[in-house]
């Protein structure tokens, strides 16, 4: 496409492209935008070195590889906050620049929020499902290995507490925590079978009693009883990674309070999702252990956002096919609440037009400048930023938008057109 | 579990760990093993820096970070071969060390394997429901930016023809492709309105005839029109991204024949799985373009797999727990043929143990040797050895094997206990 505008010289319109989901995963109420200083940081580093440049070569002429060896982003990029809510249609991230420039951008911009919003929609609905117990982030081996990296991330601005990803804690700061896997259990065996004991006795000696023990390898009961005849009672937690969870916490929370340790934490695991911990929500469990579903977005991997170019040289370009049609033209995005603070509607309208707003709703305006002239604006959310921010959002959906059942989105978006 | 093994000694224990997974995801027929020359990648490069040992030194003891700073793996890896089928229990890898040694690689391992077989599991039903014609691989916006190379590499391994990803074509030489997007065609928007015929004037001109025309961002019967017009009847191809594939190509096709582009092909994408790819076989389609349901394996988005302790000093280990026991002991695989090729059993056995075979099977065993003394063994199979491997397993399938529905593996698994 680049080699082909770059030689009728369309290469160099002025372009606008909209970052958006046409509609949210099957079911969902809402959607999370995360990735946005993932993709700032890409952005940075968003050059062809010779490697690139060398491959480039195989496959395109050389007045495009010159173009691609002196690429650097000089436009505009304003975008939602991170941690801020979505539903079908918003703008999440708008990238005004030349044609080839912009159109250059739209592989990394999506790989990225499609994969990190996707995870921490899922996670925010594990969040509200716990309703307040924390939660930790343990699903590297499920995805893949540097995807689990920016997993973590994303589970932690939901409003996880910790992950297990210490690459996570290295790169973006995200607080990290471990556990002992049962192959710790296991290790120690002998001719004479067994010794959970030996075990318990290491990780204890190497992490004090504050530490969590493993109790499913053998027999819950016995583990318990081991676990806290080694820690004593001031055991910092036992983890159940098997079984009917319900059941098995509450005999465990009476067999710790039993032995006097009733400060010791019951930590869960093994194959939770946000259905699961919901239905836990009764049970004495202090901490949830989420792999697989959160880093696979609970049943929706991907966020589905597409990229598209909404206008060129100030005209609004659009899509005509079925079932794909594209707004077109810049919007701006605004979303409106009542005076408790409970969103109603989002509205979207071309950049100028004052949006109509009822007088007894607030209109807040929701995209804020984040590259301009190629560089990144100062002073934009941190990751504890985004976390504040989510938390706040989820509290002003409607109250049906925090169910786990399937329904549409929380509240509906309103196109509003040119006067 | 490191720092505490390293202080009681059990560091050095002699282990042996297995990859298997428990049951492949609901409905699914077989596995694809992808990811194995990842893995040995991995390992080469697996060594803590001074960036990596920094933030170990904020949870770890000296001891243990100090055995983290020499990090070498130095034990003995067999596995399947990339591109083999597996089932249920397959050790697909093992991995025989120290417990140190052999343990920190669990993450790394597993979220390379449950990645790539994933995606290649997805690819391979894809590829059998197109019955020979060629897919493209055009997924990368839908997955994570790094997630994505590998999801190339392990889509080529299934069978897919091209990948529009250029890094995976650099990385690991997958055939590449490209095409143009909606874009291209909506920049070339003037004044007077849409023009698509500049749009493909440029593309023709940049590619030469043979290019793919994407003809439906307007009317569909007005950009074949023109996209002959502009190519002439040597036209490469129509790409069509949206509509009722089935009734909308069948159009194409006798317009185009009808035009004397008799030899152009139909390309169609958007939101192609395996089920609409065999929904639409009787059509006149030439080739499919597969996006986000191929990177996200297809409603299986991770493989499942687990990385399990199975020997401590030559004694079988096993854990308990309800509903996840896992079988102790290192085990050797086979699988059972009959003389026309068709697969009808997986057999492992402890090593030493000669499997029962009937007269009327063959047995071929199916791991082979990938690491000795910490380094790769020279004259591994190669992405297209592994590619061919995958062609002729599923060739070995029983027929109701290679059926999309949902049902039981294609072969049970037998295990087959020390006598």
Same mark, same amino acid.
């Not at 690459?167 to 049962?182: D, I, L, N």
């Not at 709703?361 to 930023?385: K, N």
């Not at 959002?393 to 057109?417: I, Y």
């Given at each position: 496409?680049?080699?082909?505008?770059?030689?009728?010289?369309?290469?160099?319109?002025?372009?606008?492209?909209?970052?958006?989901?046409?509609?949210?995963?099957?079911? /969902?109420?809402?959607? +999370?935008?995360?990735?946005?200083?993932?993709?700032?940081?890409?952005?940075?580093?968003?050059?062809?070195?010779?490697?690139?440049?060398?491959?480039?070569?195989? &496959?395109?002429?050389? @007045?495009?590889?010159?173009?691609?060896?002196?690429? /650097?982003?000089?436009?505009?990029?304003?975008?939602?906050?991170?941690?801020?809510?979505? &539903?079908? !249609?918003?703008?999440?991230?708008?990238?005004?620049?030349?044609? $080839?420039?912009?159109?250059?951008?739209?592989? +990394?911009?999506?790989?990225?929020?499609?994969?990190?919003?996707? +995870?921490?929609?899922?996670?925010?609905?594990?969040?509200?499902?716990? $309703? *307040?117990?924390?939660?930790?982030?343990?699903?590297?081996?499920? =995805? #893949? %290995?540097?995807?689990?990296?920016?997993?973590?991330?994303?589970?932690?601005?939901?409003?996880?507490? =910790?992950?297990?990803?210490?690459?996570?804690?290295?790169? &973006?700061?995200?607080?990290?925590? *471990?556990?002992?896997?049962?192959?710790?259990?296991?290790?120690?065996?002998?001719?004479?079978?067994?010794?959970?004991?030996?075990?318990?006795?290491?990780?204890?000696?190497?992490? !004090?009693?504050?530490?969590?023990?493993?109790?499913?390898?053998?027999?819950?009961?016995?583990?318990?009883?081991?676990? +806290?005849?080694?820690?004593?009672?001031?055991?910092?937690?036992?983890?159940?990674?098997?079984?009917?969870?319900?059941?098995?916490?509450?005999?465990?929370?009476?067999?710790?309070?039993?032995?006097?340790?009733?400060?010791?934490?019951?930590?869960?695991?093994?194959?939770?999702?946000?259905?699961?911990?919901?239905?836990?929500?009764?049970?004495?469990? @202090?901490?949830?252990?989420?792999?697989?579903?959160?880093?696979?977005?609970?049943?929706?991997?991907?966020?589905?956002?597409?990229?598209?170019?909404? %206008?060129? @040289?100030?005209?609004?370009?659009?899509? /005509?096919?079925? #079932?794909?049609?594209?707004?077109?033209?810049?919007?701006?995005?605004?979303?409106?609440?009542?005076?408790?603070?409970?969103?109603?509607?989002?509205?979207?309208?071309?950049? !100028?037009?004052?949006?109509?707003?009822?007088? #007894?709703?607030?209109?807040?305006?929701?995209?804020?400048?984040?590259?301009? *002239?190629?560089?990144?604006?100062?002073?934009?959310?941190?990751?504890? @930023?985004?976390? %504040?921010?989510?938390?706040?959002?989820?509290?002003?959906?409607?109250?049906?938008?925090?169910?786990?059942?399937? !329904?549409?989105?929380?509240?509906?978006?309103? &196109?509003?057109?040119?006067?």
């Amino acid at each position: 496409m680049i080699a082909a505008a770059l030689r009728d010289g369309t290469a160099h319109r002025s372009c606008v492209f909209e970052v958006f989901a046409r509609r949210l995963p099957d079911g /969902r109420r809402y959607g +999370v935008v995360a990735g946005t200083g993932r993709v700032l940081d890409a952005l940075d580093r968003f050059r062809f070195g010779d490697d690139e440049l060398a491959i480039a070569r195989t &496959f395109l002429d050389a @007045d495009t590889v010159d173009w691609l060896a002196d690429y /650097r982003f000089s436009g505009d990029i304003d975008g939602y906050r991170e941690g801020e809510l979505y &539903f079908p !249609g918003s703008p999440i991230l708008t990238v005004r620049g030349t044609f $080839a420039e912009a159109v250059l951008l739209e592989t +990394v911009v999506l790989s990225i929020l499609n994969h990190d919003s996707a +995870v921490a929609a899922a996670a925010a609905r594990m969040v509200s499902a716990a $309703a *307040g117990r924390p939660l930790i982030e343990m699903g590297t081996r499920r =995805t #893949h %290995e540097r995807a689990a990296v920016a997993a973590a991330r994303a589970a932690y601005i939901a409003g996880f507490a =910790t992950t297990s990803n210490v690459e996570a804690a290295r790169t &973006f700061g995200v607080p990290s925590g *471990g556990t002992a896997a049962h192959a710790f259990t296991l290790l120690h065996t002998g001719p004479d079978g067994p010794d959970e004991e030996a075990a318990f006795t290491a990780q204890v000696a190497a992490q !004090g009693p504050g530490t969590t023990l493993l109790v499913d390898t053998y027999d819950i009961t016995e583990g318990v009883k081991r676990a +806290v005849k080694v820690a004593g009672p001031q055991l910092g937690g036992v983890r159940i990674d098997s079984g009917d969870l319900g059941i098995i916490t509450r005999q465990v929370r009476a067999q710790l309070d039993a032995l006097g340790a009733t400060g010791t934490k019951i930590v869960v695991s093994g194959d939770l999702d946000e259905y699961a911990i919901g239905a836990l929500r009764a049970e004495p469990i @202090d901490l949830y252990g989420v792999g697989t579903s959160l880093v696979t977005g609970s049943g929706a991997p991907t966020a589905g956002m597409v990229y598209k170019l909404v %206008e060129v @040289d100030g005209l609004p370009v659009a899509k /005509r096919s079925s #079932h794909k049609e594209t707004h077109g033209g810049e919007k701006r995005a605004i979303r409106l609440a009542r005076a408790t603070g409970t969103i109603v509607e989002e509205v979207l309208t071309p950049p !100028g037009i004052e949006p109509s707003v009822p007088s #007894h709703l607030t209109a807040t305006d929701l995209q804020i400048p984040l590259v301009r *002239g190629g560089d990144r604006v100062s002073g934009l959310p941190t990751l504890t @930023d985004a976390r %504040e921010r989510l938390r706040a959002a989820l509290v002003s959906l409607p109250w049906e938008g925090l169910g786990l059942s399937h !329904g549409d989105p929380a509240v509906p978006t309103r &196109f509003e057109a040119a006067r």
